[in-house]
């Protein structure tokens, strides 16, 4: 297993904000996800794409348990043949690690 998709009990670790140079490098690491938004409302954001709803749906429901188990739920809009799932780490008001951990599992799903 990767060290990406190892459990991480957030609970234990405080979250902090990451900094720029953090940020950059952690992006850099995960294909097709992107920065959005600013100030607060920053996020990391990446387009799912599906032959279907049926597949988007199952997407989402797998997405929904990862964010259960994580305890961290991404904002998703859900469309026919994909999904938009954005992250941001609402309690330090931006993101951190906690992110980029939900969104190689994430990842993970499609790989």
Aim: charged share 20%.
């Amino acid at each position: 297993m990767s060290t990406d998709l190892k459990k991480i009990d957030w609970s234990q670790h405080p979250r902090h904000v990451m900094g720029p140079t953090a940020l950059v490098t952690a992006l850099a690491k995960h294909t097709g996800w992107g920065l959005v938004g600013d100030g607060p409302d920053v996020a990391i954001e990446k387009t799912y794409r599906f032959a279907n709803y049926y597949e988007t749906i199952s997407f989402v429901n797998a997405v929904a348990f990862i964010a259960h188990a994580q305890d961290h739920h991404p904002d998703m809009s859900v469309h026919y043949n994909r999904c938009v799932v954005r992250l941001n780490t609402h309690d330090v008001g931006g993101i951190s690690q906690t992110d980029f951990d939900c969104a190689a599992k994430i990842d993970a799903l499609i790989a």
